[in-house]
């Protein structure tokens, strides 16, 4: 995150953080208090200036609620405590749909690079969640052929392109992506090396390793997860020519959306959605250039030209403040 929030070029630190366990498994009300005591045991170390939890995998609007609830028992009431909360609570508008919205403005940066356009490409997209439905619902409105899609609970393919807006209704309605009628059932683990020209992972790290990495088909991979790419895959994937373009970059959107909540809550006042998302693309644009410029004055690829801008941009604050070794 500390590298993520300096590509960006917000005033970020980072951490993660997480209780180890499947919400699928737990009921509201159990969740509910799992939150409640997590925050119990927290709320000392986190603040509006110190520490600003976000939602992740697994967590949502409805948690960053019970978390801004209970610390506020402590602390008074402190919109600004957490972000990615309901906007009748002083979260933004913009801000659920904001990590897959970077990520699609991320894919135009890099796509206008190549003379290319969403809407002349296929997708596979790995996720189904709240970063992979955003990213599948924005490029299928964008035009372009979301030709398969995965979740815990199966994968779907379609040559001529899935109709997003059908399969979010049939995950609505049956909560699965298994029997939609508007494709095939296909094997989950096919979908990372399915044919296509760019592939979004937007589940779990890891999924990209020396098991799979040689077979990968796309000539794009868009890292909407975290980390989704292990080293070694990495190698084999630049060895091959697929142009990745990294998690710290590519799904920096959230916690930028993120931010621009927490300044909308120290200000009390609220953004239109319009301006939400045209600041979005404004951050996302300008980060991905700063990514190229670093990229060609090292002659590196996008992964270090990245890490190149992040760790620089860190590294000058910390000396600038006089922490010299
Ligand atoms: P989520 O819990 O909303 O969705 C996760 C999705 O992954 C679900 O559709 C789930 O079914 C699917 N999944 C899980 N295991 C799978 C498997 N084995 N094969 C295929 N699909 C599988 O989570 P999210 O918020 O969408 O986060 C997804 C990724 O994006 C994570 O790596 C997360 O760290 C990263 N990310 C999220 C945000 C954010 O704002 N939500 C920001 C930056 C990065």
Redesign the pocket.
């Known amino acids: 995150m500390t590298w993520k929030t300096a590509v960006v070029d917000i005033p970020y630190g980072g951490a993660k953080g997480g209780i180890g366990c499947n919400p699928k498994d737990l009921s509201k009300s159990e969740l509910e208090r799992l939150t409640r005591v997590f925050t119990q045991k927290i709320h000392d170390l986190i603040g509006i200036h110190t520490d600003v939890p976000?939602?992740?995998?697994?967590t949502n609007a409805q948690t960053m609620a019970w978390i801004l609830d209970e610390y506020s028992k402590f602390h008074g009431h402190s919109p600004a405590i957490v972000t990615?909360k309901p906007i009748d609570l002083g979260g933004s508008l913009g801000r659920e749909a904001?990590?897959g919205r970077g990520v699609v403005y991320a894919t135009e940066a890099l796509l206008a690079e190549h003379g290319k356009s969403i809407k002349d490409l296929t997708f596979a997209i790995?996720?189904?969640?709240?970063?992979?439905s955003w990213v599948a619902r924005l490029i299928h409105e964008k035009g372009g052929k979301v030709i398969a899609v995965?979740?815990?609970?199966g994968a779907v393919k379609n040559p001529s392109g899935i109709d997003i807006k059908e399969l979010l209704k049939h995950k609505e309605r049956t909560g699965s992506l298994k029997d939609f009628n508007g494709g095939d059932a296909m094997d989950?683990h096919e979908l990372l090396v399915h044919e296509c020209d760019v592939l979004i992972p937007?589940?779990?790290?890891g999924v990209l390793n020396r098991e799979n990495a040689a077979e990968v088909k796309a000539k794009y991979i868009i890292e909407?997860?975290?980390h989704?790419t292990d080293p070694e895959a990495d190698e084999i994937l630049c060895k091959k020519g697929v142009l990745i373009l990294p998690?710290i970059y590519a799904?920096a959107g959230?916690?930028t959306v993120s931010y621009f909540e927490w300044v909308q809550n120290i200000q009390g006042f609220m953004w239109d959605e319009e301006k939400v998302n045209r600041e979005l693309k404004r951050y996302m644009t300008r980060g991905f250039q700063n990514v190229k410029n670093m990229c060609k004055s090292h002659d590196c690829n996008l992964r270090m030209g990245a890490f190149t801008l992040g760790v620089n941009r860190v590294a000058r604050s910390t000396v600038l403040r006089g922490w010299e070794a």
């Open positions: 976000a939602p992740d995998m697994g990615g904001a990590t790995q996720g189904f969640g709240n970063v992979g995965s979740d815990i609970t989950a937007c589940a779990l790290g909407a997860a975290n989704p998690d799904n959230g916690v």
